[in-house]
């Protein structure tokens, strides 16, 4: 079945640290992979995708994330977190002939001045 | 528009009623997309259209819903007899293919619907 799994439900990091989010699919095609984030009462906004090519993909706001096909990654990543980036970010699959993206629950990150 | 709309913000609704909620998404955009986002979850996946005709619409959990795109552009998501269950904030996204290839999906800001 095709799915994506953030196995952190909440972080907390301190302004100024690194961070990281885990995101695994599972997933039949060649995937397309995005990261969204959503601030309280908000939409979803795109921070990067992956389609193909370079595996390590920049997005905005300082965000990167890497592709890992061996290990069904995608996680996303940030050196130096500040306090506007506490927000939900969710993780998401989709492509090929599939025109809608399958969602991870997502996790929230919480900022500590 | 430069962004996806959607109309109106915000819903509140009797047990049992019907409601429309709208989606104008980003001119030049064949593909549409409405998902339902329930609280502390990720969006789930409603319908999409391609064009006028909806290429998937087994997201949609039951008769009561149903949506249209009668030009291939403004969307209508329709919910009849509403029930407490439905409560969520339905969000509609548009990209420029079916794929999300090459700009990825854009999101509107959602229509947090609250059945009583």
């Known amino acids: 079945a095709q799915s994506v799994t953030q196995p952190d439900i909440h972080i907390t990091v301190s302004e100024g640290a690194s961070l990281e989010l885990r995101c695994n699919y599972s997933?039949?095609?060649?995937?397309?992979l995005f990261w969204y984030v959503q601030s309280p009462g908000q939409g979803l906004q795109l921070l990067l995708k992956?389609?193909?090519?370079?595996?390590l993909v920049q997005g905005i706001k300082g965000f990167e994330a890497e592709f890992k096909r061996s290990q069904s990654s995608f996680n996303l990543r940030k050196p130096s977190v500040h306090w506007s980036d506490a927000a939900e970010y969710f993780c998401a699959v989709g492509g090929g002939s599939q025109g809608n993206l399958i969602f991870g629950k997502g996790t929230k990150l919480s900022v500590k001045p | 528009g430069a962004g996806v709309s959607q109309t109106p913000s915000n819903k509140v609704t009797e047990k049992g009623k019907y409601v429309e909620l709208r989606c104008d998404p980003i001119?030049?955009?064949?593909?549409l997309y409405w998902y339902r986002q329930s609280l502390g979850q990720g969006p789930e996946f409603l319908i999409y259209f391609q064009g006028t005709g909806a290429a998937d619409d087994s997201g949609l959990p039951n008769d009561r819903f149903f949506a249209v795109r009668p030009e291939g552009s403004v969307s209508t998501l329709k919910i009849q007899r509403t029930e407490r269950g439905d409560s969520a904030v339905y969000l509609c996204?548009?990209?420029?293919?079916?794929?999300?290839?090459?700009?990825?999906?854009?999101f509107g800001s959602g229509t947090r619907l609250t059945v009583v």
């Open positions: 996204a548009s990209s420029l293919t079916g794929t999300g290839h090459p700009y990825g999906y854009t």
């Open positions: 997933y039949g095609a060649t995937p397309y």
């Open positions: 992956y389609f193909s090519g370079d595996t």
């Open positions: 001119s030049g955009h064949t593909a």
